[in-house]
């Protein structure tokens, strides 16, 4: 007897062999068309908003004709993943583990959060939306970050983000900020026998690095402070005999709530000019706001204590370093949770999830939403802040 786990699970392992990077659009546009056909032929009377920018698909499904002035929550999810080796795209199952690209980050989750919203989408007496992108490993502007841009709202919204290890028992409701930046430094073209000549921008950046280690020197172990890693250092030189008059330094930046040197753009110059005045600002590759929900919220209580009653362990709330999706709505004044299948070695070889977890978060989800249509969780909600 197929079991709904079982053709779950075969679904899971359907989406994960499909090759969806950014470098293979046709691949995104595979996945995105099986998340889209997974709804719309759920029976139910739903809608399927679509939206493109820049290549990249994503869509928005309710219940109804008309889309909510504002969800009362939002389920997002994402189908890229990383590039990966051509044997990471045939998942297979062992030791009661399912293995593969993009299973933990965050293809199975996306599935099991498909389901439960289309089982719910007709039931619960509030507004529930199903997001599903293409572009949250790339940064989300095209997915997300445009949606929100178009007007979708939401008072909550659950990310189905990886990041939960097995035997942790947690829910991020708070998030680090990130800012990508560029930094270039300019210096004088030579002919490298000549270095006297000229100035040396690749050296210049060099000594840039050395001096952010020594200001943000790479933690030894897992922090809720601000951390800088340099993800790249390019030089405009064209030959081996020629003095480079430019290079460039990508720095990704996750910054703690409330860490004031990332109030702003400007303030993000000033701290890189406190390292060197004569860095320039090349480009914001990404940015976000920290994403956080408030502790007391009934459905994030609700979530927890589904998760709770279905694994039999407590739950903490808990900070990610990583940030998600979630954040885009934090910018409009909503709130985010993260809240995915427990498993381990997101963007590795050997990324995976247990069986017993994908089974617990559908069980959970299914809990949670099932609970709200007793308890009426949203409208506590909102009575909560009127008083």
């Given at each position: 007897m197929i079991t709904s786990e079982d053709y779950l699970l075969d679904r899971v392992r359907r989406l994960v062999a499909i090759e969806s990077t950014a470098e293979n659009p046709a691949g995104l546009h595979a996945a995105y068309e099986f998340m889209r056909e997974m709804v719309q032929t759920s029976g139910k009377a739903i809608t399927i908003e679509e939206f493109e920018r820049e290549g990249e698909p994503s869509f928005l499904a309710y219940h109804g004709a008309n889309r909510p002035d504002k969800f009362d929550l939002i389920l997002n999810a994402h189908v890229d993943v990383v590039p990966g080796k051509p044997e990471q795209f045939k998942p297979y199952i062992k030791d009661g583990r399912l293995y593969g690209r993009g299973v933990y980050d965050m293809k199975a989750a996306?599935?099991?959060?498909?389901?439960?919203?289309?089982?719910?989408?007709?039931?619960?007496?509030?507004?529930?939306?199903?997001?599903?992108?293409?572009?949250?490993?790339?940064?989300?502007?095209?997915?997300?970050?445009?949606?929100?841009?178009?007007g979708v709202r939401a008072d909550l919204v659950i990310c189905g983000e990886c990041g939960q290890a097995e035997g942790a028992h947690e829910i991020a409701n708070k998030a680090k900020g990130i800012a990508v930046v560029e930094v270039v430094f300019r210096g004088e073209i030579t002919h490298s026998a000549y270095p006297w000549r000229g100035s040396n921008a690749a050296v210049r950046a060099a000594h840039f690095i050395t001096e952010l280690q020594r200001v943000y020197p790479t933690p030894a172990e897992p922090t809720t402070g601000t951390t800088l890693t340099v993800t790249g250092l390019q030089s405009g030189g064209v030959t081996h005999n020629q003095v480079p008059d430019t290079a460039s330094v990508k720095i990704d930046c996750r910054y703690a709530p409330n860490d004031q040197r990332f109030a702003n753009p400007r303030a993000i110059a000033e701290l890189f000019r406190s390292i060197d005045p004569e860095a320039e600002i090349g480009r914001y590759l990404s940015v976000g706001l920290p994403a956080h929900a408030n502790a007391g919220h009934p459905l994030l209580h609700a979530l927890k204590t589904a998760a709770e009653t279905v694994e039999g362990h407590q739950f903490s709330l808990v900070q990610r370093n990583g940030a998600s999706d979630g954040r885009y709505y934090t910018s409009v004044g909503g709130q985010a949770i993260e809240f995915g299948i427990a498993g381990s070695n997101q963007h590795a070889d050997d990324e995976n999830i247990a069986l017993e977890a994908f089974e617990n978060y559908l069980w959970t989800m299914r809990s949670f939403l099932h609970e709200t249509l007793a308890t009426n969780s949203h409208q506590a909600h909102k009575t909560a802040l009127s008083v």
């Open positions: 996306a599935v099991v959060l498909a389901k439960v919203f289309c089982e719910y989408a007709d039931k619960v007496p509030y507004a529930l939306g199903f997001q599903l992108v293409t572009s949250e490993e790339s940064g989300g502007v095209h997915g997300t970050g445009y949606q929100v841009e178009q």
